[in-house]
């Protein structure tokens, strides 16, 4: 019924390295258990989690890593982003030529509203949040001489996580 049909993401290619997509963690986790001493200090609590760079600066937010990297000559870019929501399905078509076109899908829930001759109104589901790519010292360069980045995402829950 459709040819060159398929379930998944085709011939997608990871645009990162290993090494890159470790780094990406490690800066998920730093800035992700920097974010919770906000809710330690509220408690009151003292033990904060930290990290401290060279000049000895002991670092508890992710603001002040964030600008400790810009300070060391990193490139720091934050811009928002929206997509709609697949929750990991997505389809794809192998065209003639052996390439891959995506197909975009995206998630509806009821919205509880009707129109004016009584048909549900379905939500479009977005997912938005902020993008953050870093480079610089630090990070280094690929074995082919490009910058190698940092690239990760911030995204909160409807339930606030």
Known sequence: LFPGL??????????HTNREVLKNRLLS??????????SKRIKGETDLFHVQVEDK???????ELVQALIDSGHKVEVVPS???????VFLCVLEDDESWSQIPL?????????DSDGMAAPAFMPHSGLNMEVSGPLLG????GTLS?????????????
């Open 6 to 15: 398929h379930l998944g993401l085709g011939g997608v290619q990871c645009s």
């Open 29 to 38: 986790v730093l800035l992700n258990k920097l974010g919770a001493n906000y």
């Open 57 to 63: 600066k002991v670092i508890t937010t992710p603001s």
């Open 82 to 88: 929206c997509q709609s929501v697949s929750f990991g």
């Open 106 to 114: 995206a998630a509806f829930l009821e919205s509880g509203y009707e």
């Open 141 to 144: 360069n690929r074995v082919d």
């Open 149 to 161: 980045k940092c690239s990760i995402q911030h995204y909160i829950a409807i339930d606030g996580l």
